[in-house]
């Protein structure tokens, strides 16, 4: 099992930043593959970015590239996510998620590739 544990939402301007936090426990965290995922009101979950387990493989959501940057500390079994000019789009629950490594490879984009799941951190973009 792995707990994941997400932290650093909030209310934020247009243009504004966050960095979001995702704490994981019970298991070797640098065997996992890391995603972040986020869901809007009346909207299904859907990918943002997604990290491997040496940090080498990053993919992210065409909408977010060049404003958000994903990154793990495998000493600290942190997996974040830094969100710069933000939009009112980016308004969601954001979600991180974790899969063993060798089952990462084939959808790192898709959430069922994703065995374990944090509660979710709140992010709200102001116009």
């Known amino acids: 099992q792995v707990q994941l544990v997400e932290s650093g939402g909030g209310l934020v301007q247009t243009g504004g930043s966050l960095r979001l936090s995702c704490a994981a426990s019970?298991?070797?965290?640098?065997?996992?593959?890391m995603g972040w995922f986020r869901q809007a009101p009346g909207k299904e979950r859907e990918f943002v970015a997604c990290?491997?387990?040496?940090?080498?493989?990053?993919y992210y959501t065409d909408s977010v590239k060049g404003r958000f940057t994903i990154s793990r500390d495998n000493a600290k079994s942190t997996v974040y996510l830094q969100m710069n000019s933000l939009k009112p789009e980016d308004t969601a629950v954001y979600y991180c998620a974790a899969v063993y490594g060798a089952r990462w490879y084939g959808a790192p984009r898709t959430p069922e590739t994703y065995d374990y799941w944090g509660q979710g951190t709140r992010v709200t973009v102001s116009s």
């Open positions: 019970g298991r070797t965290f640098s065997t996992y593959a």
């Open positions: 990290i491997g387990t040496m940090s080498t493989r990053i």
